[in-house]
């Protein structure tokens, strides 16, 4: 069943008490009433379509599989709606989880095992975090500007979107691992009631980032895709830029695409092309795609040129660089 703008809202989470935190993240408060789902987005000023598209796929996935349904998202709603997703998961369930997991382990330093749960719950949390910094640096940065009626060049949105899904997958892994290694290896002279309490928490936890990981896959890129092909269409199918207005000269810094930039500042550093992947987020080979298309581009292929290129041009401060 699809819920539908004249629900009431109250009974919408009587229905699934998962949408109280859709609700929240929406900026709808509690204490509306009888109001209807129309009547509460309209009174928090929150974009019903969107609200609808999102509760109605957390309730079944399917349900979202209808292009007319997609059609009506406002991308800028559903982005706003992630990101303050992602400020929960960093600012709050993270650190909350942890506190908790603090209190169920044996801090006097007698018990390793503890103190490794512990370390590997911060690795795990870690990874979620630079997962959704990326996010919030790459794919809605680059979502911004088709909003604001740019293509962007050197991209799009299946290239960004590519490693983030890889993340999804990665972060689904470290999360079933960790479970597993608290059920598995929790000393059994500690605190169980309160470790179960916490792991609880972490399940509870894994199943919202989840369902939130899978609308980025599938919700949130249906709607961009289609943003992205009508800014496309709108520029006759070519990439535009704010500031290419003029063609330009194929050794000037406005050639590069913002990660290739990127790849310059670090390898003018002295990082390796494995330290470079770990700080963008990305394989090696693409590392080493971006170094190959950078040296074609610039006609460069010595790193001491690439330096003296990068000072000039001002993409780092020769205080920043490994001489």
């Given at each position: 069943m699809?819920f539908?703008?004249q629900?009431?809202?109250?009974?919408?989470?009587?229905?699934?008490?998962?949408?109280?935190?859709?609700?929240?993240?929406?900026?709808?408060?509690?204490?509306f009433?009888?109001q209807?789902v129309?009547?509460?987005?309209?009174s928090s000023?929150?974009d019903a379509p969107?609200f609808l598209a999102v509760v109605?796929?957390?309730?079944?996935?399917?349900?979202?599989?209808?292009?007319?349904?997609?059609?009506?998202?406002s991308?800028k709603?559903?982005?706003h709606?992630l990101?303050?997703s992602?400020?929960?998961?960093?600012d709050?369930r993270?650190?909350?989880i942890?506190r908790?997991?603090?209190?169920?382990?044996?801090?006097?330093?007698?018990d390793q095992v503890?103190f490794?749960?512990l370390k590997?719950y911060?690795e795990?949390?870690?990874?979620v975090?630079r997962?959704m910094e990326?996010?919030?640096?790459?794919?809605?940065?680059y979502?911004?500007?088709?909003?604001?009626g740019?293509?962007?060049?050197?991209?799009?949105?299946?290239?960004?979107a590519h490693?983030?899904q890889?993340n999804?997958a990665?972060i689904?892994?470290?999360s079933?691992?960790?479970?597993?290694v608290?059920?598995?290896?929790?000393?059994p002279?500690?605190d169980t009631?309160?470790?179960a309490?916490?792991?609880?928490d972490?399940?509870?936890?894994?199943e919202?980032l989840?369902s939130h990981?899978?609308?980025?896959?599938?919700l949130?890129?249906?709607?961009?895709?289609r943003?992205?092909?009508?800014v496309?269409?709108?520029?006759?199918?070519k990439?535009?830029?704010?500031t290419s207005?003029k063609?330009e000269d194929?050794k000037?810094?406005?050639?590069?695409s913002?990660?290739?930039r990127e790849?310059?500042q670090?390898?003018v550093?002295g990082?390796?092309n494995?330290?470079i992947?770990?700080r963008m987020f990305?394989?090696?080979?693409?590392?080493?795609?971006?170094?190959?298309?950078i040296?074609?581009k610039?006609?460069?292929h010595?790193?001491?040129a690439?330096?003296i290129?990068a000072i000039?041009n001002?993409?780092?401060?020769?205080?920043?660089?490994?001489?």
């Amino acid at each position: 069943m699809l819920f539908t703008e004249q629900y009431q809202m109250s009974d919408l989470i009587h229905d699934d008490y998962r949408l109280l935190q859709v609700i929240s993240r929406f900026g709808i408060s509690l204490g509306f009433g009888e109001q209807t789902v129309a009547e509460a987005c309209a009174s928090s000023g929150v974009d019903a379509p969107t609200f609808l598209a999102v509760v109605n796929f957390i309730q079944s996935e399917d349900a979202v599989s209808d292009s007319e349904l997609v059609s009506h998202v406002s991308v800028k709603a559903l982005m706003h709606y992630l990101q303050q997703s992602h400020n929960y998961f960093v600012d709050f369930r993270l650190p909350a989880i942890r506190r908790k997991l603090i209190e169920a382990i044996d801090c006097s330093a007698r018990d390793q095992v503890a103190f490794l749960i512990l370390k590997y719950y911060d690795e795990y949390a870690d990874e979620v975090r630079r997962h959704m910094e990326y996010e919030n640096k790459h794919i809605h940065t680059y979502v911004q500007q088709l909003l604001d009626g740019v293509l962007p060049q050197g991209t799009s949105y299946s290239t960004l979107a590519h490693q983030h899904q890889d993340n999804h997958a990665s972060i689904e892994k470290s999360s079933h691992e960790l479970k597993s290694v608290i059920v598995k290896y929790y000393p059994p002279n500690g605190d169980t009631p309160r470790m179960a309490d916490t792991l609880m928490d972490i399940y509870i936890m894994e199943e919202d980032l989840f369902s939130h990981c899978r609308l980025e896959d599938s919700l949130f890129a249906r709607a961009v895709r289609r943003l992205e092909t009508s800014v496309s269409s709108s520029h006759g199918g070519k990439k535009t830029s704010p500031t290419s207005e003029k063609p330009e000269d194929p050794k000037s810094v406005e050639c590069l695409s913002e990660r290739e930039r990127e790849v310059v500042q670090h390898v003018v550093r002295g990082m390796s092309n494995k330290e470079i992947a770990d700080r963008m987020f990305i394989s090696v080979n693409t590392v080493m795609t971006h170094r190959r298309n950078i040296s074609r581009k610039l006609q460069i292929h010595s790193p001491a040129a690439l330096t003296i290129y990068a000072i000039v041009n001002r993409l780092i401060n020769i205080d920043d660089v490994k001489l």
